[in-house]
């Protein structure tokens, strides 16, 4: 029997139209002899938006739940996730050829590691793509690391979209944080804190840049909200550093 990487995506009605390029891009993936995709899609609420740009295909899960943001819907979709990996791809991004299998390839060949980041090009709307400056060199990422970048710089130094991780982990730390936002920053923070990770230099997601996403909406950037993300998100990884626990 193929063991399974399961690719967990939140959707949301505004972002469904880009499902059918998110599954080419999965479908374009070549992975070792022995190894499959499965592909669970969350709604982020129950409406009839979505369902028709689900991909008819044995290997795609498509639920609904109450709308609770992308955090609540991608833990919840981990209830359906099998195999020892969990790849995140948002609805509206598109992973890069061979990402899977090399994202694979770097924690198979090291149990020390927990996860795997990768670089991300910009996709703008008319197709061409822009690398952005700062991503760290090709290697292992030290525990504590993230945390440090993200404090000096208010970013993180890698793209949580990008996240490769091992399922027991991901389960251990509870999933993603229950934030309205940032909260797949708070769980790579939160891995940061407990495992080394991996940073991959050639590119594995292009990062679809439109008008509609929640990353460029007002709210995302309210400073009450965002004030208290912050806050929480330092204090998590913190104390998580301070229990000592690793993987």
């Known amino acids: ?5 399961t690719i967990i995506t939140a959707v949301h009605a505004p972002s469904a139209r880009f499902l059918p390029e998110a599954y080419d891009s999965l479908c374009a993936q070549q992975l070792p002899e022995g190894w499959e995709w499965r592909w669970v899609l969350q709604e982020d609420g129950r409406t009839d938006e979505v369902h028709p740009y689900v991909p008819d295909d044995p290997r795609v899960t498509f639920r609904q739940g109450r709308p609770g943001g992308p955090g609540v819907a991608r833990t919840i979709a981990l209830a359906h996730a099998t195999g020892p990996y969990v790849k995140v791809l948002d609805a509206d991004d598109l992973l890069t050829p061979g990402a899977l299998a090399r994202d694979l390839a770097v924690l198979e060949a090291d149990p020390a590691l927990g996860w795997v980041t990768s670089r991300a090009l910009d996709r703008l709307p008319d197709g061409s793509t822009v690398a952005l400056p700062g991503d760290p060199d090709e290697g292992p990422l030290e525990p504590g690391a993230l945390l440090a970048h993200w ?4 970013l993180p130094r890698v793209v949580p979209g990008t996240l490769f991780v091992r399922r027991e982990l991901l389960l251990a730390l509870g999933g993603w944080m229950a934030l309205p936002a940032s909260e797949d920053t ?10 080394p990770g991996w940073f991959t230099a050639e590119p594995g997601l292009l990062y679809r840049k439109w008008e509609g996403q929640v990353t460029g909406q007002p709210a995302h950037v309210d400073s009450v909200e965002l004030e208290a993300r912050v806050a929480v998100t330092e204090a998590r990884a913190r104390a998580l ?4 626990w690793s993987r």
Not at 241 to 244: I, P
């Open 241 to 244: 550093a301070a229990l000592d």
């Open 151 to 154: 404090k000096a710089h208010a």
């Open 186 to 195: 708070g769980l790579l923070l939160a891995l940061d804190a407990v495992s």
């Open 1 to 5: 029997m193929p063991v399974h990487i």
